[in-house]
């Protein structure tokens, strides 16, 4: 049976000290290296980095670091702490690659960390904003449903506030939502996110999570609840002061009805 040509690749070598990495190109903001830097420590970096090798002002050889750089920052780390890492695998990326190409590289070789929605989100900003795609193309060029794209860059129109604490790990992307759905205005929603991010911190935990949120929010639509009730009980009773509270509440425990509990109420009492 005839076999395929054995093919080249541009897998090469390179010193980790040698890699620049573009400033803001990448939209990863989460990096959790800890792990990642003892696996390196013990048995190196696995999958190549991807790269563009340019010459320095000074004529030497750098490389521009397209794709992987949680295994570099990693890397970088474990050789702070003694580990002894001479060189990494690397990917060439062609010299001419377009801002697209690049993008794409970044967000379809990622075999790590997999991207949170936010980061998605600055990605598909990207492309919606820098090259003009729509929504259902950038779906298409990402593989993904254009509902995700969607709900992806919903995030990028919540107040500044929360996408902030979204950054900084302090308020999770559900709770966020969960804030946006129930609070129509910015300045609602910032006052819901800081009373989610206090409770949290009040109960010694780093993120507030739907937990929190679902909690306060509960908390208010029963006040709210029981607002409602006072203002018809005050209404049933014509402006009376005095009102025994004790007995309205056997007595809507009785009737299950706030109408016929107050028309018991006015009739003397419960039986």
Request: glycine content about 6%; charged content about 30%.
């Given at each position: 049976m005839e076999?395929?040509?054995t093919k080249r690749t541009d897998l090469f070598k390179v010193d980790p000290r040698n890699i620049v990495v573009m400033e803001g190109f990448n939209v990863r903001i989460d990096?959790?290296?800890?792990?990642?830097k003892e696996q390196i420590k013990a048995a190196g970096v696995l999958n190549p980095i991807t790269v563009i090798p340019f010459k320095d002002e000074d004529g030497n050889e750098k490389y521009q670091l397209v794709d992987g750089e949680r295994r570099y920052r990693a890397?970088?780390?474990?050789?702070?702490?003694?580990?002894?890492?001479?060189y990494i695998r690397a990917l060439k990326a062609p010299k001419d690659s377009t801002p697209e190409q690049l993008y794409i590289e970044q967000m379809m070789r990622n075999e790590g960390k997999p991207f949170s929605e936010y980061e998605c989100a600055i990605m598909f900003r990207r492309f919606k904003e820098e090259l003009g795609y729509s929504q259902v193309q950038i779906a298409d060029k990402f593989k993904k449903s254009p509902a995700f794209i969607?709900?992806?860059?919903s995030l990028l129109n919540l107040p500044q506030y929360l996408q902030d604490q979204i950054v900084a790990g302090t308020l999770t992307v559900k709770a966020a939502r969960e804030i946006a759905n129930n609070y129509r205005s910015p300045q609602s929603q910032v006052?819901?996110?800081k009373k989610a991010v206090a409770e949290a911190q009040e109960q010694g935990k780093a993120t507030a999570s739907n937990k929190e949120v679902?909690?306060?929010?509960?908390?208010?639509?029963?006040?709210?609840?029981?607002?409602?009730?006072?203002?018809?009980?005050?209404?049933?009773?014509?402006?009376?002061r005095m009102v025994d509270i004790d007995l309205v509440a056997r007595l809507l425990d009785q009737k299950g009805s706030l109408r016929k509990a107050m028309r018991e109420y006015k009739k003397g009492g419960a039986k």
């Amino acid at each position: 049976m005839e076999t395929n040509t054995t093919k080249r690749t541009d897998l090469f070598k390179v010193d980790p000290r040698n890699i620049v990495v573009m400033e803001g190109f990448n939209v990863r903001i989460d990096f959790d290296l800890d792990e990642l830097k003892e696996q390196i420590k013990a048995a190196g970096v696995l999958n190549p980095i991807t790269v563009i090798p340019f010459k320095d002002e000074d004529g030497n050889e750098k490389y521009q670091l397209v794709d992987g750089e949680r295994r570099y920052r990693a890397t970088m780390l474990a050789i702070e702490e003694g580990a002894d890492i001479p060189y990494i695998r690397a990917l060439k990326a062609p010299k001419d690659s377009t801002p697209e190409q690049l993008y794409i590289e970044q967000m379809m070789r990622n075999e790590g960390k997999p991207f949170s929605e936010y980061e998605c989100a600055i990605m598909f900003r990207r492309f919606k904003e820098e090259l003009g795609y729509s929504q259902v193309q950038i779906a298409d060029k990402f593989k993904k449903s254009p509902a995700f794209i969607s709900k992806c860059l919903s995030l990028l129109n919540l107040p500044q506030y929360l996408q902030d604490q979204i950054v900084a790990g302090t308020l999770t992307v559900k709770a966020a939502r969960e804030i946006a759905n129930n609070y129509r205005s910015p300045q609602s929603q910032v006052k819901a996110a800081k009373k989610a991010v206090a409770e949290a911190q009040e109960q010694g935990k780093a993120t507030a999570s739907n937990k929190e949120v679902g909690g306060f929010l509960k908390e208010e639509r029963e006040a709210k609840a029981i607002s409602e009730a006072l203002k018809k009980v005050w209404a049933y009773m014509d402006g009376e002061r005095m009102v025994d509270i004790d007995l309205v509440a056997r007595l809507l425990d009785q009737k299950g009805s706030l109408r016929k509990a107050m028309r018991e109420y006015k009739k003397g009492g419960a039986k």
